[in-house]
């Protein structure tokens, strides 16, 4: 049996409900194979952590948690505690603290959902983004100037190094060939406008595409690529691009996959000098929270791909039979989903069918 220690920040909203689901999930996975055993440490970090204690995690937060074998999170951020801090001084510092310089976001609509775009079918939505994590348009670097004059100016620097830029571009196209797909990498850019960060992404995009000579590829603005992304999904296969633009793509890529209920992800350190860590896409979504409407099944395609990850495939392919299964149920789903089940209904049904896919 392998055990693992995994540190569990459940964060706020409606990240603390679709966190126990994936939890049990987990549970059920070692009670029901006795493969693996997860020894798990709770973290109360989050927004009510800030206003009691005016920090959003211990000050030797990132030393608590840097000898674990994974990290599981929620969503951080709850109204009361501006954005940018509840985010930067957690979920960010993570993040950049573990050098977590892939984002890896899967979007892929499954085979029991019908396509929001007309005339797509399944199979034509399946890519897989990896966004820069850790620099570029996020490096937190600027400030305010001459604050209440006239000429007050706000500046936002972005950081694009080489060290990090070729890392993650080397990753891309490693995946696109292990993948084996198209064997097709879409490099995101805007260096129409963004003359120095997109031009040198750029650069070295043509620098590793020489190494890659097995790999076709394509380079679109980010405003292009949001049309093809719609226009003409089936021609993207793993695409890569800079901290903001993966952002925003891959929350159109959730759009194209049934919603933000189904968009998992990992911030990973392939180096593996720091822990990993695992969370969906979406936020605390703070109008739906506390009241059991939360689509798990982002949460729970987040554990399987952490299952993935730990070298678990076999368990990760029954975790998305699980999830796949309860696509079955829909007036089951939750309301996002057109059902009337609860976030806890959908976990139970999960756990469920896995467990008789193993017994
Ligand atoms: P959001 O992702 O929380 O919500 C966007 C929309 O999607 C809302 O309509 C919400 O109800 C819906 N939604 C999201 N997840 C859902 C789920 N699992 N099931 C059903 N519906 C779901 O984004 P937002 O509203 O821009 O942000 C809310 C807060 O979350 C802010 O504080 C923001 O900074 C934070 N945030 C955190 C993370 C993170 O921790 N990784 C990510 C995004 C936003
Ligand atoms: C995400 C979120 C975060 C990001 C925010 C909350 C800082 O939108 O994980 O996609 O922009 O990375
Ligand atoms: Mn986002």
């Not at 996975?29 to 109360?44: H, I, N, Y």
């Not at 994974?70 to 951020?77: Q, S, T, W």
């Not at 084996?180 to 650069?203: E, G, Q, R």
């Not at 405003?223 to 159109?252: C, H, K, W």
Request: aromatic fraction near 8%.
């Amino acid at each position: 049996m392998k055990k693992y220690k995994i540190a569990v920040i459940p964060g706020d909203g409606i990240g603390v409900e679709v966190m126990k689901e994936g939890v049990k999930v987990l549970e059920t996975l070692s009670k029901l194979t006795g493969e693996v055993a997860f020894d798990f440490t709770w973290f109360d970090w989050g927004c009510e952590y800030y206003l009691e204690n005016g920090k959003m995690m211990d000050d030797d937060g990132l030393e608590k948690l840097k000898n674990f074998d994974a990290i599981l999170l929620g969503a951080v951020g709850f109204p009361g505690v501006p954005d940018h801090v509840s985010l930067r001084d957690l979920l960010l510092k993570i993040r950049q603290g573990f050098d977590q310089y892939i984002n890896y976001r899967p979007v892929k609509l499954l085979s029991e959902l019908d396509c929001p775009i007309k005339g797509k079918k399944p199979g034509d939505i399946d890519m897989i983004f990896i966004r820069e994590n850790t620099e570029g348009e996020y490096a937190g670097i600027g400030g305010i100037e001459r604050e209440g004059k006239e000429e007050e100016i706000a500046l936002q620097t972005s950081v694009f190094t080489r060290k990090t830029t070729e890392k993650v571009m080397d990753y891309a196209f490693d995946l696109a060939k292990k993948r084996n797909k198209l064997n097709h990498l879409t490099s995101i850019t805007k260096s129409n406008a963004l003359n120095h960060s997109m031009v040198f992404w750029d650069k070295i995009f043509k620098e590793k595409k020489a190494n890659y000579p097995e790999i076709k590829t394509a380079e679109y603005h980010v405003d292009a690529a949001a049309m093809y992304m719609i226009q003409r999904p089936e021609s993207f296969d793993v695409v890569v691009a800079s901290n903001l633009f993966g952002d925003i793509l891959t929350d159109l890529g959730a759009a194209l996959q049934g919603g933000l209920g189904f968009a998992a992800g990992a911030n990973i350190n392939p180096d593996g000098k720091y822990p990993s860590m695992f969370e969906p896409v979406h936020g605390s979504a703070p109008e739906i929270a506390g009241k059991g409407l939360a689509n798990p099944i982002a949460m729970i395609w987040t554990i399987k791909i952490m299952l993935d990850f730990l070298g678990h495939e076999s368990l990760a392919d029954t975790v998305m039979k699980g999830i796949e299964g309860s696509l079955e149920m829909r007036e089951k789903l939750t309301p996002d989903m057109g059902g009337k089940g609860s976030t806890s209904q959908v976990g139970e049904i999960i756990c469920d069918i896995m467990s008789k896919k193993l017994n």
